[in-house]
C-alpha cells in the first residue's frame, strides 16, 4: 500500500506563490507515476500536473502552464508542486495522487493523499 500525505497549502493574495509536499512511502511500484489534483466543492477533481519516475515530460492542465512546476526529490519520497503567480481561481483542495506504471504507460492514480486548501485571495 501507499500513503500519500500533502502539506503547504495556505491562504496567499494573487501572485504570491506556494510550494505544495507530498510525502509518500509504501510500495514503490504502486507509485512510479505520480501527480497533484484540484478540487473546487460542486466540481470535478482536475488533474493538474504530473511526473513520472522513468523520464518523459511532465503534464500541466493548460490554465498552470509557465507557473507551477511539479518535481520530486533525489529519493523519489517527496514530491512537490511549486506555484507561482497565484490567482483566485487556483483556490482549491489539493491531492497528491499515485500510480503504477505499466508497460510504459500510467494506470489509474488508486492512491490517494488527504488533501491541502490552497486559497488565494484577489
Known amino acids: 500500500q501507499v500513503q500519500l500525505v500533502e502539506s503547504g497549502g495556505d491562504s496567499v493574495q494573487a501572485g504570491g506563490s506556494l510550494r505544495l509536499s507530498c510525502a509518500a512511502s509504501g510500495d514503490t511500484y504502486s507509485r512510479d507515476c505520480m501527480g497533484w489534483f484540484r478540487q473546487v466543492s460542486g466540481k470535478e477533481r482536475e488533474k493538474v500536473a504530473a511526473?513520472?519516475?522513468?523520464?518523459?515530460?511532465?503534464y500541466y492542465v493548460d490554465s498552470v502552464k509557465g507557473r507551477f512546476t511539479i518535481s520530486q526529490d533525489s529519493a523519489k519520497s517527496t514530491l512537490y508542486l511549486q506555484m507561482n503567480s497565484l490567482k483566485p481561481e487556483d483556490t482549491a483542495m489539493y491531492y497528491c495522487?499515485?500510480?503504477?506504471?505499466?508497460?510504459?504507460?500510467?494506470?489509474?492514480?488508486?492512491?490517494w493523499g488527504q488533501g491541502t486548501q490552497v486559497t488565494v485571495s484577489s
Open positions: 511526473l513520472s519516475t522513468v523520464g518523459g515530460t511532465p
Open positions: 495522487a499515485a500510480a503504477e506504471r505499466w508497460m510504459g504507460i500510467c494506470q489509474q492514480y488508486n492512491f
